[in-house]
């Protein structure tokens, strides 16, 4: 007998050093990168090296009734045993004697998993041994819980799909937490025999191994008799789909940008995303096979993208919707006036009911014309601007100069290039630049939030430097007032967004921006490699599109903001005299020695003022003399160039002095 105790004791010693001798394979396996929305939904995912899609899970995502079919089924005794269940190998051995055939194999779940992670046999006795060794070492090393995980990443459903969540995704269309009794039979059937039961190619033989397992189910008493037949009754998917490709083209910039991460969860909503693609694809099928499209929605006040399409379809050769037109670099068209109405009524050239001559200009041999050939005469700004006029446009523009504007592009956020990468000319106004959709919603995220808003962002807890302020509040405001007014397309309703539309030259591209109270949206509609589309302009084009994208992104608009406190609404009869025209220079922009300077206080100062007045000392220009204190005039008719007024109040404050001749200076300051 002691012998005997000893033969044993020496036996075990040796079996469990054979185990722990055991080389285990690979249990990190490679998941497929995934990209998922706000809400921790998958946009993409990536296939593996080897293509297979592959999805990392953990036992908590996946239903917990089809864990309960899965272990009922395969491996009732999984939390009991150390790898090896020897009672099913005893009852797998008597049926095989009775039958004379391989009834039931006796694998558990481990050993599954063995054979899963060496892509091994269950047929031949050499391979069920190593598997049974493996699963021993693999019970010692890991958690039952790490185990389980290995089975739902690593299980095969068919096709390149492996793994519970690319199933149900595949399937079914939905993540695993949730699935009905038949979803979750025919998932726990397909791994024996994946491709012999796949239910889109041979749908008898599924039905057969899904009722099978329902079956059981029943008799186990975990499935009621009605819910069973209800479950046998429930059609078969008839075909296995593709995993979510949504917001494609930012995956991918995002995905390249940070290579080795597996999971980067983005800003945007998935439904929002979906509902933006599939509007964008059925506009750009109404305009033709050629035709591209691209959007973003953003919240300008957190600065956060909720929708980016890049293009109709990802996948379309004639469209070439591998394109990015978000980031594509094209001309805005007229979409970049606003910007520069802006600035002016900002450096007190002009006020939106300040009279501008449309007429004929000559600016050194360049002679801009209106869209349509005709000119207005005296007209106010609110009106040219609306109307989308190119003379008063340019006749800003040469007040402010091309490097001014081109250097407020940039500063809010716009990687304009010009063309040639020559020097800014007046045509920057009409579109003479590229831009991108992203740069325009940038710049038109900033109008929306009075002037400076936050830099865009697309991945969670990711944020953007803010780009500089472009403007005033006051001015800010102003232009989302006059661009309400715009006539909006049939059915929509007047004075819910200030927008604006563009149209390059040679009709390439088509644009439409705007904005609510709360999101900023872009359009961009042409085609990818260029050429013309004859006809399109973007008022006919992009702007319906704009409204209808506002329409699925929230069930009502929010209304645009009340102007701040310091903005002059008032008639032009009411504007202070060197307002109510505007007196554009006749030679090009260059500094002008008569101009008014401000030299006290400098630019950039911070002063300590204590409530009492505030000294301006001015040089150059011609008396009278108007000052503007953050958009709004507090004092008109001054001769003397040392001029003393009351504190604008402590904080940042913008000065602007205009002359009589209506050149102006201006200072930003900070009063303590």
């Not at 591209?292 to 953003?298: D, K, T």
């Amino acid at each position: 007998m002691t012998v005997l105790c000893l033969s044993v004791f020496i036996a075990g010693r040796a079996f469990d050093a054979w185990i722990d001798r055991t080389d285990l394979p690979l249990t990190l396996t490679e998941t497929s990168s995934e990209v998922l929305d706000r809400h921790g939904l998958l946009l993409r995912a990536y296939p593996v090296e080897d293509g297979l899609w592959r999805l990392a899970v953990r036992p908590d995502q996946v239903d917990a009734d089809f864990l309960a079919m899965l272990l009922r089924y395969e491996d009732k005794r999984f939390y009991d045993h150390a790898g090896v269940d020897p009672l099913a190998l005893i009852r797998a051995a008597g049926q095989a004697l009775g039958s004379g055939r391989a009834v039931s194999g006796g694998s558990t779940l481990t050993m599954q998993v063995a054979r899963l992670l060496e892509d091994g046999t269950t047929g031949r006795w050499a391979g069920k041994l190593r598997q049974m060794r493996v699963a021993l070492a693999l019970e010692r090393r890991l958690s039952k819980r790490q185990i389980l995980t290995l089975y739902l990443t690593h299980a095969p459903y068919g096709g390149a799909v492996e793994g519970i969540r690319a199933a149900a995704l595949g399937w079914f269309g939905k993540e695993p937490a949730r699935l009905t009794p038949a979803e979750a039979a025919l998932l726990v059937a397909l791994p024996q025999s994946p491709e012999r039961r796949r239910p889109d190619r041979f749908p008898e033989a599924a039905a057969q191994a899904r009722d099978r397992v329902l079956a059981r189910m029943q008799r186990q008493g975990l499935l009621s008799a009605d819910q069973a037949e209800a479950a046998r009754r429930t059609p078969l998917p008839h075909r296995l789909a593709a995993l979510p490709q949504l917001a494609p083209h930012l995956a991918d910039h995002v995905t390249a940008a940070r290579p080795g991460l597996r999971r980067l969860q983005l800003t945007v909503d998935r439904q929002t995303q979906a509902q933006m693609q599939q509007l964008l694809t059925d506009a750009a099928r109404q305009g033709g096979p050629d035709l591209s499209a691209a959007l973003i929605a953003a919240d300008h006040q957190t600065g956060e993208v909720l929708a980016m399409v890049g293009s109709p379809d990802y996948s379309a050769t004639a469209r070439r919707g591998f394109v990015d037109m978000t980031r594509a670099i094209r001309s805005p068209g007229s979409t970049l006036k606003p910007l520069v109405y802006g600035l002016a009524f900002d450096q007190g050239l002009a006020h939106p009911e300040t009279l501008i001559h449309d007429g004929p200009v000559n600016f050194a041999g360049y002679a801009p014309q209106n869209f349509d050939g005709a000119f207005r005469g005296d007209i106010r700004l609110r009106e040219a601007l609306q109307q989308s006029l190119n003379i008063p446009v340019v006749k800003l523009t040469q007040e402010l100069g091309p490097a001014r504007l081109l250097g407020a592009l940039r500063a809010g956020g716009a990687e304009a290039q010009l063309p040639g990468g020559g020097a800014p000319g007046l045509a920057l106004a009409l579109g003479g630049v590229g831009v991108s959709l992203a740069d325009l919603v940038q710049l038109y995220a900033g109008l929306a939030a009075g002037g400076q808003g936050p830099g865009l962002q697309v991945l969670q807890g990711e944020t953007s430097a803010a780009p500089a302020r472009l403007m005033s509040p006051e001015a800010a405001w102003h232009l989302g007032d006059i661009l309400r007014g715009l006539p909006v397309p049939p059915g929509a309703r007047a004075g819910s967004i200030a927008y604006k539309t563009g149209t390059s030259y040679g009709h390439r591209d088509a644009w439409a921006i705007g904005w609510d109270g709360r999101h900023v949206i872009g359009i961009w509609m042409g085609r990818a490699d260029g050429t013309p589309v004859p006809g399109i302009f973007g008022g006919d084009l992009a702007a319906p599109v704009l409204f209808e994208a506002f329409g699925r992104l929230k069930p009502a608009l929010e209304p645009l903001p009340p102007p701040p406190p310091a903005t002059l609404i008032v008639s032009a009869a009411e504007l202070p005299p060197p307002l109510r025209r505007f007196r554009p220079r006749d030679a090009a922009f260059a500094a002008d020695a008569a101009a008014p300077e401000l030299i006290f206080p400098p630019q950039g100062a911070r002063l300590a003022l204590a409530g009492g007045e505030l000294t301006l000392k001015l040089r150059g220009g011609t008396a009278p003399f108007l000052v503007l204190a953050n958009g709004a005039p507090v004092l008109s008719g001054a001769r003397s160039r040392e001029i003393s007024l009351p504190s604008p109040g402590a904080g940042f404050s913008s000065l602007v002095v205009v002359d009589g001749a209506g050149r102006s200076d201006r200072v930003d300051l900070r009063i303590d």
